[in-house]
């Protein structure tokens, strides 16, 4: 089941992963910008209400296939997918076919 501090935690370990991609591949800024954006939506998620979290629960609890759907998104945000903001991201989420 998620709760904002796993979805935290899963944007600063994908963010520190594109930064480790960054330093391997400088000649490539979309890991850099990517891994920024993903520190941007964390900490979006910090200051966040927690509206969409019900929703987001049910689908991790409820469907077959979610946990990987959702996997799949988060490690391309910054080159297919670009949310705004954290509230963005997670309504992103809730919204993903499978």
């Not at 945000?77 to 309504?91: C, K, M, Q, S, V």
Request: one cysteine or more; aromatic letters at 8%.
């Amino acid at each position: 089941m998620p709760d904002f501090e796993s979805e935290i935690i899963s944007l600063q370990c994908a963010a520190e992963w594109r930064r480790t991609k960054a330093r391997e591949h400088p000649e490539d800024a979309r890991n850099a910008k990517a891994a920024a954006l993903l520190d941007r939506l964390a900490s979006d998620l910090e200051r966040s209400d927690g509206a969409e979290l019900s929703l987001l629960t049910q689908r991790y609890e409820q469907e077959e296939g979610f946990v990987e759907a959702a996997n799949s998104y988060l490690s391309r945000i910054g080159f297919d997918h670009a949310p705004a903001n954290g509230t963005e991201y997670l309504r992103a989420l809730i919204a993903l076919k499978i």
